[in-house]
């Protein structure tokens, strides 16, 4: 079966520091990835989305990066964090029987 | 954006039944999916349309009507458990998902 990998589940980050969350996928092959964002009380923005390896499309400008480097390997980055970096990160990949997206368990960043 | 609109909030009682209406934009309509997320939590994945009609599954039944841009998730013999925010989103061009801000149910006794 196919199971969803993401870490870390908490982290807290000055203002100005790097960032790297990982996200990988077990159990499949080629899936589509993708970076979401939820911010206190609000929807799933989506940030980044990726169809293959080193294809990355972003959704909205920001402070973010995403590569793919390896089929089942998704990382999300930042080369210095602002405040408006803080909430809820989810990965997620693109099932094959309903085209539904199964996600990861979520890194809640806090930047201070 | 991608235009979802949900209610933000609803409370309902125990045993009853509660419907939580999506309206999203329809060009580049790609599938309707429902998600259920508990607070702290990922979002888990409940139904998907991607014809007209109704889709049920035990407790929850979802609904679509392509051509109205409208969609609904049906809740039966609410549990307490139920109390979560639900998700509306609609995938898009490339395999994309966008989804709705959610709407916050609250099941009381």
């Known amino acids: 079966s196919q199971t969803i990998h993401q870490w870390p589940a908490t982290l807290v980050q000055p203002v100005g520091s790097p960032l790297s969350l990982e996200c990988t996928v077990e159990?499949?092959?080629?899936?589509?990835l993708y970076w979401y964002r939820q911010a206190a009380g609000r929807g799933l923005q989506l940030l980044f989305y990726?169809?293959?390896?080193?294809?990355i499309s972003s959704e909205v400008p920001q402070n973010l990066s995403a590569s793919r480097p390896q089929d089942r390997q998704f990382i999300l980055s930042s080369k210095k964090l602002l405040l408006s970096d803080s909430g809820f990160y989810l990965c997620?990949?693109?099932?094959?029987?309903?085209?539904?997206?199964?996600f990861g368990q979520g890194t809640r960043l806090t930047v201070v | 954006g991608q235009n979802i609109d949900q209610p933000t909030e609803m409370t309902a009682t125990e045993g009853a039944i509660v419907q939580i209406n999506c309206t999203y934009q329809t060009s580049g309509f790609n599938g309707l999916f429902w998600y259920q997320q508990h607070a702290g939590e990922a979002p888990t994945f409940l139904s998907y349309n991607v014809l007209d009609g109704l889709e049920e599954k035990g407790r929850f039944s979802s609904f679509l009507s392509r051509s109205k841009g409208y969609s609904y998730l049906l809740l039966k013999e609410l549990q307490m458990k139920d109390s979560a925010s639900y998700l509306c989103?609609?995938?898009?061009?490339?395999?994309?998902?966008?989804f709705g801000s959610g709407t916050k149910l609250n099941v009381k006794p």
């Open positions: 990726s169809v293959g390896i080193g294809q």
């Open positions: 989103a609609r995938g898009g061009d490339f395999n994309k998902f966008y």
């Open positions: 997620a990949w693109e099932g094959f029987q309903g085209g539904e997206a199964f």
């Open positions: 159990g499949t092959s080629n899936p589509n």
